[in-house]
């Protein structure tokens, strides 16, 4: 071996001085194909290691094996700005030791910088690496794109290892994260299933209230005179966000307005806008589909960021500054507009900010869309069950009954009241759900244990989710 | 004005806080083209600043109006890797408080993030940036490709201002130091010269001596075992570095020898070695022709790197460290090998180490390629005035009488005795200069007043230089 290529995985644990109760890292690029933190914490449980917490960026699915790893004492920690459904719901349970600190993207390396967080072995799931720890994710068999997230794990962990199922020689020229950063190298068989970390395409939905919605939120960013040249936008991988994106795309071709950049997680529908000359500027810090890698392999303008350049409060600016608007989902909204993405109408953990809240605190105009009630549970309801996003950083919210905007927006009131568009209020809209759900009935967990905190991106606990079991396993 | 800019670089100066005895930072990718040093110095000259401290990469000798900064009292410390001899003649007649700090590339980042420098405020001469501090040295009027050595600067500093003369609109896509460290932008009219920012071409020496030595120095390499696929190298941009590089281009294309990467300041010949397949790679700290600026610009396999990714002891690995050959220059080599580029023969300082001990450190074989002698001043003496890099990392030294390996190298000396080089001892080399020049008068400077520390690459001082003054002005 060569470089600081070592044998395996748990060498390297052992070369970095794995002790209990450290903190591990991990990035989720490798999205639902993920290989590298279950081999890792496999390692860590057969080295006989306790109390470990875990800082990833997030935890999908794939990483059930989690939830056996807390339950013997190996873990005893979470740390993340997503936790999906399948873990989510073991961990309302309450089966971690320690509340899951969930941050945002742009507050996870805010936390590290400030030294109000802490790594102290990264594994970074490297596409390609060479002998000296150069990483890029735009090649290779598990090809992700931009390593956004990783940035921060590689500046501030106390020592970083790189696992990769693609050397190549050194230099890696068209290095992301530099050998400067990286002390060991693993090589793996496969780091990732390549069916789960990208979808092949990215699919704009065909519910029509999806996108009737989309279309509404399209004619409220012209509405708003957000919609001119050196417009710049951001919206999710989700059928109704990418509809959104499409019915804006209609509008800025038709109207000739060329916008400087989309940011964020980047698709297809993004790529499609700037090849269209809609967004001069591609800003990514994570590809959620196989055009965007091919994208952003090949397109100097479609170009890599670190989460701290997409949204940390610590940095002197971050790109979500400098954006005009944000579409996002919600799985509730309350009458102050606060938003939950966290919790499901079960109050089970299902999710988590991501950049929800970092964009929404940057972006002029920061509008939620939702239907008005999924499953007969209305979307607006007194109170969210978890603060995700606070309702001063929500500018409206576009329902299939209409929109509401926040009456601390007197100024898009105005706007929006001047076009076509229905312009509800929010206790309207709350109104109208409950005469067609009727209104649910308040959950009762006030007594319960802490199982998470929320932390917004200032590093403020803004909420914390309390103990609670699966309905259908409720003793 | 938008996003970070400020109208001058007094309000920049204002904003970021500036105080008597602070340290303000330069790079020196505009060579001695530069302006952007005396506007700032100018600008806290009249807001009657005292005991600023100058921490510069490298002083030229356009920066000449320092000495009256110094003599004025509004400069009273100097830290740079390198000062040109028009500013160093003064500095070596004891004008200013403290001694120089000098430096090395790799160790100027290593002190600041080992916290032995600090920076309050860095400026960083932008030849393109976008209004909230994106940066690039690729683009505009006064593009000068890499700002390899600023990226520390921007890292560590207080406070960073970036001064540009070609503002663009945001996002600057193919940014090289991101808006996330940059608090201020200036736009001034011109950051400098363009004839001294890069030559238009570097040009290899006419020279016979130093053809001779190039095309022994190139024999050594091949003799050496070095030479095979995969080779890396470095050379600097005088005459008999590029003639070296040169003959060194002509085996490897005899020979169809595909290296691996050419790294440091690079020079069109590089750039051409890389165009016929000598080199995969360019890893590039700073682009000393328009050749190198223009490659850099649209060749993905021309990569800009840190000065700690290019040289510092404190990175988890730096690309000297994978260096096979360096060719590097010298005003004075010792018995003991031991090398001076720091003072001239009158004791005068006129250089600095640069990148020179860095990569004598960490390259297999570094080869020192001189005239043995100039201006009747032998090469070789029994102690070097002043030790800028250690003979124990110096492998050999290439005159146009003979090559002189390290005792410490004996698997070399076997390896080159086998060539049909001219392999001599250190010793004979001096006795043959000696022979011709006479042995010159040794200086008599001990008991001045120190000026200058020279600090090694790992921060311990390997030597001090004395205050002496110009014979032609002395008293």
């Known amino acids: 071996m060569q470089g600081k290529v070592v ?14 109760s450290m903190t591990l890292s991990f990035h989720h690029h490798l999205r639902n194909g993920d290989y590298v933190l279950n081999l890792v914490m496999s390692a860590v449980r057969e080295l006989g290691l306790k109390d470990i917490t875990i800082n990833a960026s997030a935890i999908f699915d794939c ?3 989690l939830v ?3 339950k013997d004492g190996t873990v005893s920690g979470l740390e993340c700005n997503y936790l999906g459904a399948l873990v989510g719901k073991s961990i309302s349970s309450g089966i971690l030791k320690k509340p899951v600190i969930f941050r945002t993207h742009g507050g996870r390396p805010a936390d590290l910088e400030r030294g109000s967080a802490h790594i102290d072995i990264a594994f970074i799931a490297a596409p390609t690496a060479d002998s000296q720890g150069n990483i890029s994710g735009k090649y290779g068999p598990s090809a992700c794109g931009s390593l956004g997230y990783a940035f921060a794990d590689a500046r501030y962990a106390d020592k ?5 199922d693609n050397l190549v020689p050194y230099p890696l020229a068209d290095f992301s994260i530099a050998e400067t950063e ?11 299933d390549p069916g789960g970390i990208v979808s092949g395409t990215t699919r704009i939905t065909r519910d029509p209230i999806g996108l009737l919605m989309a279309d509404m939120a399209a004619e409220a960013i012209k509405a708003s005179g957000l919609l001119r040249d050196g417009f710049s936008f951001q919206t999710g991988a989700g059928g109704a966000s990418l509809a959104a994106a499409f019915a804006l795309e209609k509008i800025m071709l038709k109207e000739c307005i060329q916008g400087s950049f989309a940011s964020g997680g980047i698709t297809s529908q993004l790529v499609n806008m700037h090849k269209r000359g809609c967004f001069e500027t591609l800003l990514d810090v994570q590809c959620f589909d196989l055009g965007a890698v091919e994208s952003i ?15 940390s409060p610590e940095a002197a600016s971050a790109v979500v500054d400098s954006l005009d608007a944000v579409i996002l989902g919600a799985t509730e909204v309350d ?4 938003v939950n993405v966290h919790t499901n109408s079960q109050g089970l953990i299902m999710g988590g900010s991501g950049g929800h809240s970092d964009t929404a605190a940057g972006a002029k105009l920061a509008i939620i869309i939702a239907p008005l009630m999924r499953a007969r549970m209305p979307l607006i309801v007194d109170r969210v069950h978890t603060v995700s996003t606070p309702g001063d950083t929500i500018d409206m919210v576009v329902t299939q009954y209409g929109i509401a905007v926040n009456p601390r927006r007197a100024d898009l009131f105005d706007l929006l009241r001047q076009s076509r568009l229905n312009i509800v209020t929010i206790e309207e809209l709350k109104e109208t759900a409950e005469k067609i759900c009727g209104k649910p009935k308040a959950l009762n967990d006030e007594d ?10 200032d590093g403020s606990i803004i909420d914390t989710i309390r103990h609670r079991n699966h309905p259908h396993t409720d003793n």
Not at 7 to 20: E, H, M, P, Q, Y
Not at 448 to 457: D, F, L, P, S
């Open 448 to 457: 319960g244990r802490i199982v998470a905190e929320v932390h917004y991106r």
């Open 160 to 164: 970083v290892v790189a696992v990769t």
């Open 68 to 70: 056996e790893l807390i």
């Open 7 to 20: 044998n395996s995985i748990t060498d390297a644990l052992r070369l970095a001085g794995i002790r209990d």
């Open 335 to 338: 009458l102050s507009f606060n």
């Open 182 to 192: 990286v002390d060991y190298v693993v090589i793996q068989d496969r780091i990732g």
């Open 297 to 311: 392999r090949v397109n100097p303008q479609h170009k890599e960021i670190s989460a701290g350049h997409y949204a």
């Open 63 to 65: 990483h059930l094996p």
